[in-house]
């Protein structure tokens, strides 16, 4: 079960440093959590082989961002690779209005997502439409502003960093800042820094790991059960493996807790099972048998 801490370069989609990974890795198959924008860099947790089949239980509820923004530019895509319009002559904001601006978006916020987003209208990805220069509505969201702090500020740049709930765009925060000071302003550096519980500082780049030879490329590959520590764990006995395997209610032993919980035999992960309020374990997600070992690159 394999699953590869990404630190994605800048001027690539995640699509693209996801192929790459998986190339150098030797794996047939690949998925990844969280987009990141070709602008930005940081943490890109990628799933590999049956890994893929967590990636919907993967918690991306708090994320931790590292933005830089400049004033007096607008953008059609919010950051500095799209459209721009140059404003002059604005004011420039003191750094006690700019921290008082940030402060302002502490807790919960709506927002609404920016028309060049992955974000789906009736299927379609933002983006496509905008692309063909078609209008469409865009429903304001509700986002959380854990905390955000001021790290540099000199006019026309600052930088600040973000940590947010699921689903928000840190190009439209800016914006929205912006809009507060009677600014234009326009994204020009992102880097995404936690993910949850990960961390940048143990992810790896493209560049690095072409570098390692086979036993240190392994030393960045993670178990599912290493990324998804929310998810509680259970022992199965023998006689029980071929049933669970098979897609059999099993009854559960020793566990108090309903919910999710990944099943295992001698330390051997055999899928996800879902226990119910009679505490019996229904097999959610079982993983295949006779596939090659995901812990061994080729």
């Given at each position: 079960?394999?699953?590869?801490?990404?630190?994605?370069d800048?001027?690539?989609?995640?699509?693209?440093?996801?192929?790459q990974a998986?190339?150098?890795?030797?794996?047939?198959?690949?998925?990844h959590?969280?987009?990141l924008?070709?602008?930005?860099?940081?943490?890109?947790?990628?799933?590999?082989?049956?890994?893929t089949?967590?990636?919907?239980?993967?918690?991306?509820e708090?994320?931790?961002?590292?933005?830089?923004?400049?004033?007096?530019?607008?953008?059609?895509?919010?950051?500095?690779?799209?459209?721009?319009?140059?404003?002059d002559?604005?004011?420039?904001?003191?750094?006690?209005?700019?921290?008082?601006?940030?402060?302002?978006?502490?807790?919960?916020?709506?927002?609404?997502?920016?028309?060049?987003?992955?974000?789906?209208i009736?299927?379609?990805?933002?983006?496509?439409?905008?692309?063909?220069?078609?209008?469409?509505?865009?429903?304001?969201?509700?986002?959380?502003?854990?905390?955000?702090?001021?790290?540099?500020?000199?006019?026309?740049?600052?930088?600040?960093k973000?940590?947010?709930?699921?689903?928000?765009?840190?190009?439209?925060l800016?914006?929205?800042?912006?809009?507060?000071?009677?600014?234009?302003?326009?994204?020009?550096?992102?880097?995404?820094?936690?993910?949850?519980?990960?961390?940048?500082?143990d992810?790896?780049?493209?560049?690095?790991?072409k570098?390692?030879?086979?036993?240190?490329?392994?030393?960045?590959?993670?178990r599912?059960?290493?990324?998804?520590?929310?998810?509680?764990?259970?022992?199965?006995?023998?006689?029980?493996?071929?049933?669970?395997?098979?897609?059999?209610?099993?009854e559960?032993?020793?566990?108090?807790?309903?919910?999710?919980?990944?099943?295992?035999?001698?330390?051997?992960?055999?899928?996800?099972?879902?226990?119910d309020?009679?505490l019996?374990?229904?097999p959610?997600?079982?993983?295949?048998?006779?596939?090659?070992?995901?812990?061994e690159?080729?």
């Amino acid at each position: 079960m394999s699953i590869l801490l990404l630190n994605k370069d800048k001027g690539m989609t995640s699509f693209y440093a996801l192929k790459q990974a998986q190339k150098n890795l030797g794996f047939s198959k690949a998925g990844h959590g969280g987009t990141l924008d070709p602008l930005a860099t940081g943490l890109l947790p990628i799933f590999f082989e049956q890994s893929t089949k967590f990636l919907q239980y993967f918690n991306t509820e708090s994320k931790e961002y590292i933005a830089e923004y400049i004033f007096g530019i607008s953008s059609n895509t919010e950051d500095i690779s799209g459209i721009l319009t140059y404003k002059d002559y604005e004011e420039e904001p003191t750094k006690d209005q700019l921290c008082k601006t940030l402060d302002s978006f502490l807790g919960e916020q709506t927002q609404v997502p920016p028309k060049f987003s992955a974000k789906k209208i009736n299927g379609i990805p933002m983006y496509k439409l905008a692309r063909k220069g078609e209008e469409f509505d865009r429903k304001e969201q509700k986002i959380n502003i854990h905390e955000i702090n001021l790290l540099e500020y000199e006019f026309p740049r600052f930088k600040i960093k973000v940590c947010c709930s699921k689903g928000t765009y840190i190009r439209t925060l800016g914006v929205d800042i912006g809009k507060r000071l009677n600014q234009s302003v326009s994204l020009c550096e992102l880097q995404r820094t936690k993910f949850g519980h990960l961390n940048l500082d143990d992810s790896i780049s493209l560049s690095e790991l072409k570098n390692l030879d086979k036993n240190q490329k392994m030393q960045y590959v993670r178990r599912v059960e290493e990324i998804l520590i929310d998810i509680p764990q259970v022992e199965i006995r023998s006689s029980e493996v071929k049933k669970f395997q098979n897609g059999c209610q099993l009854e559960a032993r020793e566990i108090e807790k309903t919910g999710k919980h990944f099943i295992f035999y001698k330390k051997e992960l055999l899928g996800l099972g879902l226990v119910d309020n009679e505490l019996h374990i229904n097999p959610l997600k079982v993983l295949t048998k006779g596939e090659k070992k995901e812990n061994e690159l080729k």
